[in-house]
């Protein structure tokens, strides 16, 4: 254990830490300190791993101490979420556990919330958090998806779909505050299917006309709860509203032609339909990257789906 840093003696500016909350094998994201001389002095540096020695020399330490604005840190909630990914940005696996930590839990709060409440605060600070990964490393994405959770459940699906529509959008040059729409809209898209008997959303056979009608009214379920959770940007809306339209006419639910489709809601589209063909379903296996592409791409059924040019450019953001 190295001395690092010599501070001035604010004992009011340092409060104890619980060393019991602290994880092995994770990195420190605030520095601790001890208590000598009259003088507060850093032991271990924020960013470094705490190994089980580390971990002992601490528990020998009569008192340990951290930084009262680094208080909140202690404990990792979606408020720190952020802080967090910063300090685990090189480790994919990491990040990405950290993501879905979050997110599993915002999700199944809201499934369990008679009212459909959702955290909006930490829908906001989830993509903030994926727009940083993909910001400070452009192949973040290239490169995390094999490790991606192979589950169509609206949790896993939602975060997917938010990653790879940021990361179109990253790509497509969207600015700080287009990528956080389009990342808060992709969250948001599916929450509607909430609202719709789970023996439709589960059934293994081909839906009938009447259950596909019930299924297509999961976007304007969705947009209404994302309504009653405060979210009045337009375009936040239109994304979520209009995320199955087709560009040939032939989506839901207003049938809208490539002209009339917002940016955001063809971003969400590619990255929705990319998401549902790379996991697997009761009814097929998944597709790998490059058959869910070329599917999209070259497929009769699909080919006049999309806007070819961010389709394009969704496919050149994993050749590169």
Same mark, same amino acid.
């Given at each position: 254990?190295? &001395?690092? /840093? ?5 004992? =009011?500016?340092?409060? %104890? ?17 001890? $208590? ?5 002095? &850093? ?7 705490? =190994? ?29 979420? @952020?802080?967090?990914? %910063?300090?685990?940005?090189?480790? !994919? %696996? ?11 839990? &915002?999700?199944?709060? *809201? ?6 409440? +959702? ?8 993509? %903030? ?38 990361? @179109?959008?990253? *790509? ?5 505050? /287009?990528? =956080? /729409? +389009? ?16 023996? &439709? ?14 299924? $297509? /009214?999961?976007?304007?379920?969705? =947009? ?18 209009? $995320?199955?339209?087709? $560009? ?7 049938? @809208? ?16 339909? *990319? ?35 961010? !389709? ?5 953001? *994993?050749?590169?």
């Amino acid at each position: 254990m190295k &001395i690092v /840093q010599t501070k001035i003696n604010y004992a =009011s500016s340092y409060i %104890k830490l619980d060393i019991t909350s602290l994880n092995i094998e994770e990195l420190l994201v605030f520095n601790i300190l001890i $208590h000598r001389n009259d003088d507060y002095v &850093i032991i271990i540096e924020a960013g470094t791993m705490l =190994s089980e020695t580390l971990y002992a020399k601490l528990k020998k330490q009569d008192k340990v101490y951290i930084s009262k604005k680094d208080k909140d840190k202690q404990y990792f909630t979606y408020k720190t979420l @952020l802080t967090y990914i %910063k300090y685990n940005k090189d480790n !994919l %696996k990491k990040s990405l556990e950290l993501l879905y930590e979050i997110n599993n839990k &915002i999700f199944n709060n *809201f499934l369990d919330s008679n009212e459909n409440i +959702i955290n909006i605060m930490a829908i906001e600070e989830i993509a %903030k958090s994926i727009i940083f990964l993909v910001k400070n490393n452009s192949e973040y994405l290239k490169n995390t998806i094999s490790n991606l959770n192979d589950s169509s459940e609206l949790a896993y699906h939602s975060i997917h779909v938010s990653m790879y529509a940021i990361n @179109l959008g990253y *790509f497509l040059n969207l600015n700080q505050l /287009q990528l =956080s /729409q +389009i990342g808060i809209a992709s969250l948001l898209h599916d929450i509607g299917i909430k609202m719709i008997d789970k023996n &439709i959303i589960d059934k293994n056979a081909k839906l009938n006309i009447k259950e596909l009608e019930v299924v $297509h /009214q999961h976007s304007k379920y969705s =947009s209404d709860i994302a309504t009653k959770n405060h979210i009045h940007d337009p375009y936040i809306i239109d994304a979520i509203m209009h $995320h199955h339209e087709s $560009h040939d006419g032939t989506g839901y639910p207003s049938a @809208l032609k490539s002209k009339d489709i917002s940016n955001f809601a063809s971003i969400l589209s590619i990255s929705d339909v *990319f998401d549902a063909l790379t996991n697997k379903r009761s009814y097929r296996e998944k597709n790998s990257t490059f058959n869910a592409l070329k599917i999209m791409m070259q497929d009769t059924s699909m080919i006049n789906k999309f806007n070819q040019e961010y !389709l394009k450019v969704f496919l050149q953001a *994993f050749l590169k």
